[in-house]
């Protein structure tokens, strides 16, 4: 009976993860003066939440619900946001949860998630050289001259903060993730 329940609860609670997503993305707010446009969210917990209990391909699917509804959202970011939205966050969930998943303890969460934050943050160095002035139409060179100022604290900042909320969380529901949510052996 636990096998046939298994993929049901996965779903339910990725879904249940997507939704908390969405909604922290309406919390939203600048963290940088040199680039006020850049703002600090939070669904990035949850969908490090779905990578925890579920693994990379779950993480990927709630991210991508979050990053489409959040591109259509009223005051959303459209396809530049979704894009760069998969890519930062696509790169904080693969390289913390490789990390992670070789030792589940409280030191391989905190080292995951720095080295995590540090892999994100870099991905976004040439993702906003090649990507922005495209969609934003800004010369490469004022893009270049705002990475040290604006976007790498800000990157750095978010993914920081994210990775250490959701690995406290992750710490602290540990045994619930463990009982609830571990596939059965087949």
């Known amino acids: 009976m636990k096998n046939s329940i298994f993929p049901v609860r996965a779903?339910?609670?990725?879904?249940?993860?997507?939704?908390?997503?969405?909604?922290?993305?309406?919390?939203?707010?600048?963290?940088?003066?040199?680039?006020?446009?850049?703002?600090?969210?939070?669904?990035?917990?949850?969908?490090?939440?779905?990578?925890?209990?579920?693994?990379?391909?779950?993480?990927?699917?709630?991210?991508?619900?979050?990053?489409?509804?959040?591109?259509?959202?009223?005051?959303?970011?459209?396809?530049?946001?979704?894009?760069?939205?998969?890519?930062?966050?696509?790169?904080?969930?693969?390289?913390w949860r490789c990390i992670y998943r070789i030792r589940k303890n409280h030191s391989a969460a905190a080292l995951s998630g720095l080295v995590a934050t540090l892999f994100s943050?870099?991905?976004?160095?040439?993702?906003?050289?090649?990507?922005?002035p495209i969609f934003m139409g800004l010369p490469r060179k004022a893009v270049a001259d705002l990475l040290l100022p604006g976007?790498?604290?800000?990157?750095?900042?978010?993914a920081g903060v994210n990775t250490g909320l959701a690995a406290l969380l992750i710490v602290s529901l540990h045994k619930v993730i463990q009982r609830f949510f571990t596939p059965p052996v087949r």
Do not use: W
């Open 11 to 95: 779903l339910s609670v990725q879904a249940m993860l997507a939704a908390i997503g969405i909604l922290l993305t309406m919390f939203n707010f600048p963290i940088i003066a040199a680039a006020p446009f850049l703002r600090m969210e939070f669904s990035d917990i949850p969908v490090l939440l779905a990578t925890a209990m579920f693994g990379i391909p779950s993480g990927l699917s709630v991210l991508f619900v979050v990053s489409v509804l959040q591109s259509i959202m009223p005051e959303g970011s459209g396809f530049y946001g979704f894009v760069m939205h998969m890519i930062s966050t696509g790169t904080l969930l693969v390289s």
């Open 121 to 132: 943050a870099g991905a976004m160095i040439p993702a906003n050289l090649i990507i922005t």
């Open 151 to 158: 976007i790498i604290p800000f990157n750095l900042i978010k």
